[in-house]
Nanobody, 113 residues
Framework: QVQLVESGGGLVQPGGSLKLSCAVS????????MGWYRQAPGKQRDLVAT???????NYADSVKGRFTISRDNALNTVYLQMNSLKPEDTAVYYC???????WGQGTQVTVSS
């Protein structure tokens, strides 16, 4: 049973933008705080941004002012708009709920010239 499906990653030059999407099973999405995480090679998985059902947002300091998390409660989808991308943003990006459920496959974001 697939619960989280991330998409939208790719290769982008420094300074560029990408928008990630995560389709979530309704049973998980409804009423849940949702978050985006990322994991760079050889590093732990870190929380990047969160959003409540009502739209309250929080961000890691490293992405504040550059990333925007949003959600469409009708489509059971959470998004991550990433602007002014830097090479250090390179990672596999995952979404998940709070509390966490089984992880999806993630989507690779590579920022390189």
């Amino acid at each position: 049973q697939v619960q989280l499906v991330e998409s939208g990653g790719g290769l982008v030059q420094p300074g560029g933008s990408l928008k990630l999407s995560c389709a979530v099973s309704r049973s998980i999405f409804s009423g849940a705080v949702m978050g985006w995480y990322r994991q760079a090679p050889g590093k732990q998985r870190d929380l990047v941004a969160t959003i409540t059902v009502g739209g309250s947002r929080n961000y890691a300091d490293s992405v504040k002012g550059r990333f925007t998390i949003s959600r469409d409660n009708a489509l059971n989808t959470v998004y991550l708009q990433m602007n002014s991308l830097k090479p250090e943003d390179t990672a596999v990006y995952y979404c998940n709920s709070f509390p966490n459920v089984s992880w999806g496959q993630g989507t690779q974001v590579t920022v390189s010239s």
